[in-house]
């Protein structure tokens, strides 16, 4: 009865914890408002990287409607939507580009500030960033500023 009893408490115990690691993983991109909120994000932040002069010279010769799908999967993928990125990876696609840190800061400033106009929870704004973090690297091609 002991050893059944065991049983049942590590069952339980082992069940619990899964529900807890199993936390939606949605929880991020049901915050952003889903897709249409995704949506809605780009269409501010687009304009405000084709504007400022300090991120708008990467922007001038591109397909809007491609980038804006292509970012709208990427950032649904990233935060657990249901989406599928099939862009190029973050390397390949930035690799002429002759981004440096200071590139990669403003773009991050104007996806805050898109991300505050539309209403974005600080909260969700953090962990959207801190996804996106990782292609820091695969994204800054030089260290000139």
Not at 54 to 77: I, M, S, Y
Not at 128 to 138: D, F, I, K, N, V
């Amino acid at each position: 009865m002991k050893k059944y009893l065991l049983f049942i408490l590590i069952s339980i115990s082992s069940t619990l914890a899964l529900a807890q690691d199993a936390a939606p993983r949605d929880q991020l991109y049901k915050a952003l408002g889903e897709k249409a909120g995704l949506v809605k994000l780009m269409d501010d932040f687009l304009p405000r990287l084709q504007a400022d002069p300090r991120t708008g010279p990467f922007f001038k010769e591109v397909d809007e409607a491609n980038l804006k799908k292509q970012l709208v999967d990427q950032f649904c993928e990233v935060s657990g939507g249901p989406c599928v990125y099939k862009g190029q990876d973050m390397k390949t696609s930035h690799m002429d580009l002759k981004i440096n840190r200071a590139h990669f800061n403003a773009l991050v400033e104007i996806l805050q500030v898109s991300m505050a106009a539309q209403g974005t929870p600080f909260s969700a704004q953090n962990k959207l960033l801190a996804e996106l973090a990782g292609m820091h690297r695969a994204i800054i091609t030089t260290e000139t500023r």
